[in-house]
């Protein structure tokens, strides 16, 4: 039997027998790898669409801005300038009262940078340049009701990333280095100055913050990776308060903080509430168990102060 040369979209060299009915082999990951980076990437916005040149391109490529008339820069939240206008948000949704709209608002804000982040390293091990220098975002009066956009499609890869000779591609030795860089720009330059900014503005406790952004990170891995246990806990851990989330063994997200949307007229208890249990409780035991939360992050914002 004789077997003939051929060569598939991505340039790899395989076999097809000659005889009816001969298949292809099915590439390996690093095949199958080089056949997607060879694809078109389609931006996911309404006529808006990404030229396939001949360097492959990052993940959140998708995501740059080209005119950002429209947008607000991340700085000027981290700066403390905007940071009325992400809190008002909640409010005119929902009606989400103060201390509320402010949890709501980094809940949203932070899932929002999660998306970007968890489908680029699960799908390429790649970390996007999520600083605020670098983010942008609009807000939405509908679902998503925040936006996120990126100045440059700055990324941190390995060297084994076929896109490690793209420009803005930071060529770092391992993923441990690369935790590093996410560490150093999404959180020390991006959520610490935020959350700095709203702590001292806004009467609210760190730690109920930081188990919002905790929670992005799990249900945006939980969204996307078949590790997403993994995964989770090993972003959430490089938060300044560890362990406020995760993804369990049966891939649901658990949480150690609250949201507060029971206190919006508009909304109610999140199915996962850390205020309810998986046995049913009375809408009276609730009440009592929300207004704890209220009293201990009010006392917890004082302790800050």
Known sequence: MRAALRFNRAGVKVERSTVRGGRTPALNQSDAARVYRAMPIQSPYPDESLSCDTRPQFIVNPLIVTDPSNWIPATELTSGACLDVLFELPYRLWAAPPHAAVTLAWKTYTYRLAQPLAAAWTMARE??????????????????????????????????????????????????????????????EHLVPLMRNTTATRKIGERTLWGQAAAAFAYAFADISVTAAADANRFTALLPVPGLAGVGEDDTVWRDTCCLAFASPALTACRDCVTVSRARRSPRRLVGQAARILHRESRAHDHDC
């Open 127 to 188: 970390i996007p340049l999520l600083s605020a220098d670098n983010v942008m975002f609009q807000l939405l009066p509908n679902q998503p009701y925040i936006s996120i956009g990126l100045r440059r499609a700055t990324t941190a890869v390995l060297p084994t990333s076929a896109s490690r000779r793209s420009d803005g591609a930071v060529v770092l030795p391992d993923e441990e280095r690369q935790l590093d860089f996410l560490r150093s720009t999404l959180i020390e």
